[in-house]
């Protein structure tokens, strides 16, 4: 194992069964919304997941996280001794809650994609989700203190009211939420501040993982820039890892330390964010970034434009996925799968051709 490591995805896979009526009967398809993904994120690092819709983002994001059962492949979290916050438990249930934790972490490495429904309960504490949608995703009734202190509660972790509240104060003074209005309802909040108190909810019990699916899609283009340099200074003061999921390429580029790109349901190209954005050596990588308005006028703008619509995961093409749709298609790839594999140290490509293109891009 890597020391670094703290998420390892190995083929994971996602399969939704689709029944189809017919007239006397009834049929049943697979629809293979994730198919043989593997990657890692490390300790303290943001993986932006980039794609078009319906290819499968949000859909890995939550089989990481135990939200949607994955149906096949193993989603593994090294813990590495890094037993952070149980410092606060106390009584009978937080004991055996310490214990747990204790014990977990001792492991080192703990297989979240077999994990029973018990453990998985007590292990939620260190991980967690960032809506996309601020408006909907809190509690019209309940009071924002108490929306933030829900993790906490939920997970057995803290029971002692003081200690619930001070932890509140402190993740909300993080968050850059006023704490005169922790008494106040979620609908007195505009949306950059709602998404403040969606972050400090995922961060109050001080996880090491949070995916945040679209979370800043919903801002405003100044709000959007407040909320990633808040993500970043906490990620800088909690070493939080974030699987960053966006279709925003500019958002990604600022956010991410490395970058993985998805088509129906499988990853395409994963590196560096710098080397994924100036040199890519997919295709359709090449085909996303030449869509990035530019904001300097000496820049040459040429949109590549794909034929087509990206394909029904239901019918998901032979061979390379993209090739209904691949510029550089030839014979070989409408009948062979391109394997996953390393081009170049941590840059990962699946295309038959990835050494013959060079797709690099003036640096702005
Ligand atoms: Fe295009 Fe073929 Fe590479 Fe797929 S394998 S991206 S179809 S060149």
Known sequence: MK??????????????????????????????????????????????????????????????????????????????????????AE????????????????????????????????????????????????????????????????SGMMKDRDAIDARVRDIAGRCKLNLEHLRRFPHAFSGGQRQRICIARALVSRPDFVVCDESVSALDVSIQAEIVNLLKDLQEEMGVAFLFIAHDLSVVAQMSHRVAVMYVGKFVEYAPTERLFFHPRHPYTHALLSAIPQADPDVEFDPIRLDGEIPNPLNAPSGCRFHSRCPFARERCSEDAPEWREIAPDHHVACHFAEEFDFSRPHA
């Open 3 to 88: 020391q670094d490591v703290l998420i390892e995805v190995k083929n994971l896979e996602v399969r939704f069964p689709i029944r189809k009526k017919k007239l006397f009967s009834s049929e049943v398809r697979q629809l293979r919304a994730v198919d043989d993904v593997s990657f890692d994120i490390k300790r303290g690092e943001t993986v932006g997941l980039v794609g078009e819709s319906g290819s499968g983002k949000t859909t890995v994001g939550r089989a990481i996280l135990r939200a949607i059962d994955p149906t096949g492949g193993e989603v593994i979290f090294h813990t590495n001794g890094h037993n952070t916050d149980i410092a606060h």
């Open 91 to 154: 009584g009978e249930e937080l004991r055996k809650f310490r214990q747990h934790m204790n014990m977990v972490f001792s492991e080192g490495s703990v297989k979240l994609s077999t994990m029973t429904a018990d453990r998985l309960r007590l292990f939620r504490s260190k991980m967690s989700l960032v809506f996309q949608d601020p408006y909907s995703s809190l509690n019209p009734r309940m009071t924002v203190r108490d929306i933030i202190a829900e993790p906490l509660i939920a």
